[in-house]
Nanobody, 131 residues
Framework: QVQLVESGGGLVQAGGSLRLSCAASGRTLSSTGMGWFRQAPGKEREFVAAISGFGGSGFGGTPRYPDSVKGRFTISRDSAKNTIYLQMNSLKPEDTAVYYC???????????????????WGQGTQVTVSS
Protein backbone atom coordinates (compact mmCIF):
# COMPACT_ATOMS: atom_id res chain seq x y z
CA GLN A 1 0.00 0.00 0.00
CA VAL A 2 1.37 3.39 -1.00
CA GLN A 3 1.38 6.14 1.60
CA LEU A 4 2.02 9.77 0.76
CA VAL A 5 2.84 12.41 3.35
CA GLU A 6 2.96 16.09 2.44
CA SER A 7 4.84 18.75 4.36
CA GLY A 8 6.05 22.31 3.93
CA GLY A 9 2.81 24.22 3.94
CA GLY A 10 2.31 27.35 5.97
CA LEU A 11 1.51 31.02 5.98
CA VAL A 12 3.41 33.31 3.62
CA GLN A 13 2.96 36.83 2.31
CA ALA A 14 2.08 37.50 -1.28
CA GLY A 15 5.21 37.36 -3.42
CA GLY A 16 6.85 34.87 -1.11
CA SER A 17 7.89 31.26 -1.65
CA LEU A 18 7.26 27.85 -0.19
CA ARG A 19 8.51 24.39 -1.01
CA LEU A 20 6.19 21.46 -0.49
CA SER A 21 7.46 17.92 -0.10
CA CYS A 22 5.68 14.63 -0.60
CA ALA A 23 7.41 11.59 0.84
CA ALA A 24 6.22 8.22 -0.38
CA SER A 25 6.45 4.85 1.32
CA GLY A 26 5.24 1.37 0.51
CA ARG A 27 6.55 1.33 -3.06
CA THR A 28 9.28 2.95 -5.11
CA LEU A 29 7.65 5.61 -7.24
CA SER A 30 10.46 6.58 -9.57
CA SER A 31 8.65 5.01 -12.55
CA THR A 32 5.24 6.38 -11.61
CA GLY A 33 3.52 9.57 -12.67
CA MET A 34 2.85 11.87 -9.75
CA GLY A 35 1.06 15.13 -9.27
CA TRP A 36 0.04 18.00 -7.06
CA PHE A 37 -3.52 19.24 -6.74
CA ARG A 38 -5.14 21.88 -4.57
CA GLN A 39 -8.56 22.64 -3.23
CA ALA A 40 -9.72 25.93 -1.83
CA PRO A 41 -12.83 26.25 0.37
CA GLY A 42 -15.97 26.07 -1.73
CA LYS A 43 -14.07 25.24 -4.90
CA GLU A 44 -13.38 22.10 -6.86
CA ARG A 45 -10.07 20.33 -6.74
CA GLU A 46 -7.62 21.90 -9.20
CA PHE A 47 -4.61 20.50 -11.02
CA VAL A 48 -1.37 22.25 -10.05
CA ALA A 49 1.51 20.21 -11.44
CA ALA A 50 2.47 16.72 -12.53
CA ILE A 51 5.66 14.91 -13.39
CA SER A 52 6.16 11.72 -15.33
CA GLY A 53 8.03 8.73 -14.00
CA PHE A 54 11.18 7.28 -15.51
CA GLY A 55 10.57 4.49 -18.00
CA GLY A 56 12.80 1.63 -19.01
CA SER A 57 14.71 3.90 -21.39
CA GLY A 58 15.74 6.11 -18.50
CA PHE A 59 13.87 9.10 -19.86
CA GLY A 60 11.22 10.79 -17.80
CA GLY A 61 10.64 13.52 -15.31
CA THR A 62 8.62 15.60 -17.77
CA PRO A 63 6.57 18.26 -15.97
CA ARG A 64 3.12 19.62 -16.78
CA TYR A 65 1.50 22.77 -15.42
CA PRO A 66 -1.70 24.71 -15.89
CA ASP A 67 -1.36 28.30 -17.11
CA SER A 68 -2.29 29.61 -13.66
CA VAL A 69 1.01 28.47 -12.12
CA LYS A 70 3.31 28.13 -15.12
CA GLY A 71 6.50 30.09 -14.57
CA ARG A 72 5.90 30.32 -10.82
CA PHE A 73 5.73 26.68 -9.68
CA THR A 74 8.24 23.91 -10.32
CA ILE A 75 7.68 20.23 -9.69
CA SER A 76 10.63 17.91 -9.24
CA ARG A 77 11.40 14.46 -7.95
CA ASP A 78 14.21 12.81 -6.04
CA SER A 79 14.09 9.11 -6.79
CA ALA A 80 16.69 8.29 -4.16
CA LYS A 81 14.46 9.81 -1.49
CA ASN A 82 11.21 8.61 -3.07
CA THR A 83 10.01 12.18 -2.75
CA ILE A 84 8.53 14.83 -5.01
CA TYR A 85 8.63 18.55 -4.44
CA LEU A 86 6.66 21.59 -5.44
CA GLN A 87 8.62 24.83 -5.38
CA MET A 88 6.18 27.73 -5.33
CA ASN A 89 7.44 31.24 -6.03
CA SER A 90 5.68 34.57 -6.45
CA LEU A 91 2.76 33.28 -4.45
CA LYS A 92 -0.59 35.02 -4.72
CA PRO A 93 -3.57 35.08 -2.36
CA GLU A 94 -5.47 32.98 -4.90
CA ASP A 95 -2.94 30.19 -4.36
CA THR A 96 -4.38 29.68 -0.89
CA ALA A 97 -5.65 26.10 -0.63
CA VAL A 98 -4.98 22.68 0.77
CA TYR A 99 -2.36 21.06 -1.45
CA TYR A 100 -2.46 17.33 -2.09
CA CYS A 101 0.14 14.98 -3.49
CA UNK A 102 -1.03 12.08 -5.65
CA UNK A 103 0.47 9.01 -7.28
CA UNK A 104 -0.68 6.85 -10.17
CA UNK A 105 -0.84 3.07 -10.19
CA UNK A 106 2.35 1.07 -10.37
CA UNK A 107 3.87 1.15 -13.84
CA UNK A 108 1.88 4.15 -15.10
CA UNK A 109 4.60 6.56 -16.14
CA UNK A 110 2.69 9.44 -17.67
CA UNK A 111 1.88 12.66 -15.83
CA UNK A 112 -1.89 13.14 -15.81
CA UNK A 113 -3.72 16.41 -15.24
CA UNK A 114 -6.97 14.90 -13.98
CA UNK A 115 -7.30 13.74 -10.41
CA UNK A 116 -9.34 10.76 -11.64
CA UNK A 117 -6.14 9.25 -13.01
CA UNK A 118 -4.50 9.05 -9.60
CA UNK A 119 -4.99 6.21 -7.16
CA UNK A 120 -3.12 7.32 -4.07
CA TRP A 121 -3.49 10.60 -2.21
CA GLY A 122 -1.86 12.27 0.73
CA GLN A 123 -3.69 14.00 3.58
CA GLY A 124 -2.87 17.47 2.29
CA THR A 125 -0.98 20.47 3.61
CA GLN A 126 -2.44 23.95 4.04
CA VAL A 127 -0.93 26.85 2.14
CA THR A 128 -2.16 30.32 3.05
CA VAL A 129 -0.99 33.40 1.18
CA SER A 130 -1.79 36.73 2.78
CA SER A 131 -2.17 39.93 0.80
Amino acid sequence: QVQLVESGGGLVQAGGSLRLSCAASGRTLSSTGMGWFRQAPGKEREFVAAISGFGGSGFGGTPRYPDSVKGRFTISRDSAKNTIYLQMNSLKPEDTAVYYCAARKSGIVSAATSGRNYDYWGQGTQVTVSS
